[in-house]
């Protein structure tokens, strides 16, 4: 089945405590992006990835990291997670950026 | 950023009324795409239409249909006869052009409640 699997799916952390929310896809696909929900802000874009080792600033980049060293592998890190962090988090996949993008099931994340 | 805009944070209506969602966004690219997300009460993102800038024809889907206007940046979804399964948060994005395919922005959503 195709998918994006990301885990954990709910987590809660303390301040400055270093995480990394792991995100996969098995659809072979060129494009992957981070994305946080907030309400009212609708999907703010963290970083995306067009290929490996490629990688951008999406709207929203400050206090995170991202790296693409595999191409179905996509992980978000936190190096110092802050409360104003606490949010819905996305990682989506898809063949171009032209093409519809695939979710994953999101990481509700709550920083205290 | 270019922004896109969903100007109704919430819409609520009764079973079998029509409804549009109104999505309006900015852009400097002559080339873009459009695309249309709904998120069910139980979370996760659906895709629901992609559509290019070169291409003004509107889509019926069913009871969904797409209005895309390019004069006034505008790309409206109408669910003809709502159901109580329609009711979600529905997002409008926009990718960007240029150098910067791979950015994607959202609107702020349009959560959509159909009363029975």
């Known amino acids: 089945e195709a998918q994006v699997t990301q885990n954990p799916r709910y987590l809660i952390t303390v301040t400055g405590k270093k995480l990394t929310v792991t995100c996969s896809q098995n659809?072979?696909?060129?494009?992957m992006s981070w994305y946080r929900q907030d309400p009212g802000l609708g999907l703010r874009q963290i970083y995306y990835s067009m290929n490996v080792e490629v990688t951008d600033k999406g709207d929203v980049p400050e206090g995170y990291k991202v790296s693409r060293k595999e191409k179905r592998n996509f992980p978000l890190i936190l190096e110092s997670p802050s409360p104003n962090q606490t949010s819905l988090y996305f990682c989506?996949?898809?063949?171009?950026?032209?093409?519809?993008?695939?979710f994953g099931q999101g990481t509700r994340l709550t920083v205290v | 950023a270019q922004k896109v805009t969903q100007a109704q944070t919430e819409i609520s209506v009764v079973e079998k009324e029509d409804v549009t969602l109104d999505c309006v966004y900015e852009t400097r690219d002559t080339t873009y795409y459009l695309f249309w997300y709904k998120q069910p009460p139980s979370g996760e993102l659906v895709f629901l239409i992609r559509r290019n800038s070169f291409d003004e024809q509107n889509e019926i889907s069913g009871r969904y249909s797409w209005n895309f206007q390019k004069s006034t940046s505008s790309f409206n979804f109408t669910i003809t006869a709502s159901q109580v399964v329609d009711s979600a948060v529905y997002f409008c994005a926009r990718n960007a052009g240029g150098t910067s395919y791979g950015k994607l922005t959202f609107g702020q959503g349009t959560i959509l409640t159909v009363h029975p």
């Open positions: 659809m072979n696909h060129e494009y």
């Open positions: 989506a996949s898809s063949s171009s950026s032209n093409t519809e993008a695939f």
